[in-house]
């Protein structure tokens, strides 16, 4: 069974940082590119921040604009979220999973290329 427990999300001020957890288990997840996503309600979920199957290559949209950090520890089968310099448009709720399609195959960064596998997810909220 394929699980993905997210961790570390909480109320930040705008500027502030906070760095997400993800542990996965139930795959091989130096095999997998993961990524991070986020998704207001109303809204589609969207990628925010993608990686390879050994960290070396990532994607970001524009809308993060630098602020994001992917990185992972395949050691401990773990995904990790660091933000930066937050604004309230981060506001969501963040989830990690897996993509069909490694970024070096041309995979996207998209909902449309993610696992069906979803977590619970952790909230981040950014106000003052």
């Known amino acids: 069974l394929v699980q993905m427990v997210e961790s570390g999300g909480d109320l930040a001020q705008p500027g502030g940082s906070l760095k997400l957890s993800c542990t996965v288990s139930g795959l091989n997840f130096h095999d997998v590119a993961m990524g991070w996503f986020r998704q207001v309600p109303g809204k589609e979920r969207e990628g925010v921040a993608c990686t390879s199957r050994v960290g070396t290559a990532a994607y970001y949209p524009d809308s993060v604009n630098g602020r994001l950090t992917i990185s992972r520890d395949n050691a401990k089968n773990m995904l990790f979220l660091q933000m930066t310099n937050l604004i309230p448009e981060d506001t969501a709720m963040y989830y990690c999973?897996?993509?069909?399609?490694?970024?070096?195959?041309?995979?996207?960064?998209?909902?449309?290329?993610?696992?069906?596998?979803w977590g619970q997810g952790t909230q981040v909220t950014v106000s003052s």
């Open positions: 999973t897996g993509l069909r399609v490694p970024l070096i195959y041309g995979g996207s960064c998209t909902n449309l290329n993610a696992f069906d596998t």
